[in-house]
């Protein structure tokens, strides 16, 4: 009897091709189109760098993707700092009452819908601005690090979950303390866990736009919440231009990250 296969099903290819057009052909349009030299979206007017050069000397688009950067930099460190310290939680110590609950509540982020989590960030920040009379760029930052713990603690965790607990039994027996083991043996092992939980905690922070549009107060737009209001009022190539940088930057990244995470032979 033959092994069964979903290759060898009926339609399979077909159906498999259908679903990778449906997904890559706007982005392969976006990507073309962002080399257009007319200013209509839907007419090919010819090869021009023009829209890159439009973007690059736009200086609002210079401060949001600063203020992109400098967010989701802060964010990813933050969060993977917390994620660390939850994952050896969860798995370094011995088992506890709770634990399960412990881990739904670092994944929380991801099982409630993000527009419910802006709009409880929105009312909660109201209050502490009110009390406070700070408006600064740490309520998106702090918001940022929030919903993006889950996307650094998940590698973090299946990379210690990973690790043979051996040399780290051996190093107690050597009479090395639970700081020296930890800095010596543990943390080189997880390292590239905590690597590709930063990258993935700094892409999603900076792709983020439902709670950036409900978090930042007036002149903090990052990039994608500027780019959202652009769309708003007029389209013009330049958008595509810089959609293409942001998908390249991501593409790197999660490359990386995939690099990084996959076990080696």
């Known amino acids: 009897m033959a092994e069964f296969s979903v290759k060898r099903q009926r ?10 057009l449906m997904l890559y052909a706007p982005i392969a349009t976006l990507v073309i189109y962002s080399f ?5 979206l839907a007419l090919w007017e010819g090869f021009s760098l023009r829209w890159y050069v439009a973007a690059w000397e736009n200086e609002q688009v210079q401060d949001a993707a600063i203020r992109s950067i400098v967010v989701a930099l802060s964010a990813s460190a933050l969060a993977t700092t917390l994620a ?6 969860t798995t370094r110590v011995p088992a506890y009452r709770g634990r399960t609950a412990v881990y739904a509540l670092v994944n929380q982020p991801l099982m409630v819908p993000e527009i419910v989590t802006g709009v409880a960030l929105l009312v909660m920040f109201a209050i502490v601005k009110e009390a406070t009379g700070y408006h600064g760029l740490f309520y998106l930052i702090a918001a940022h690090t929030a919903f993006c713990i889950p996307f ?4 973090i965790r299946a ?4 690790m043979d607990k051996t040399l780290e039994i051996a ?26 939980g930063a990258m993935l905690a700094f892409v999603i922070s900076l792709d983020d736009v439902v709670i950036t549009e409900f978090v930042k107060s007036a002149g903090q737009d990052t990039l994608p919440t500027y780019m959202l209001g652009q769309l708003r009022r007029v ?10 940088v942001l998908l390249g ?17």
């Open 11 to 20: 339609g399979f290819t077909t159906i498999a091709l259908a679903c990778f």
């Open 36 to 40: 257009n030299a007319g200013s209509n």
């Open 84 to 89: 660390t310290m939850a994952a050896l939680g």
């Open 152 to 155: 650094a603690y998940l590698p």
């Open 159 to 162: 990379r210690l979950e990973g």
């Open 171 to 196: 190093a107690a027996d050597l009479y090395a303390t639970p700081w020296q083991a930890f800095r010596r043996v543990t943390l080189p092992l997880m390292f590239p866990g905590i690597v590709a």
């Open 235 to 244: 389209i013009t190539p330049e958008i595509n231009a810089i959609s293409t």
């Open 249 to 265: 930057l991501s593409v790197v990244i999660l490359s990386i990250f995939f690099l990084v995470t996959r076990k080696r032979g």
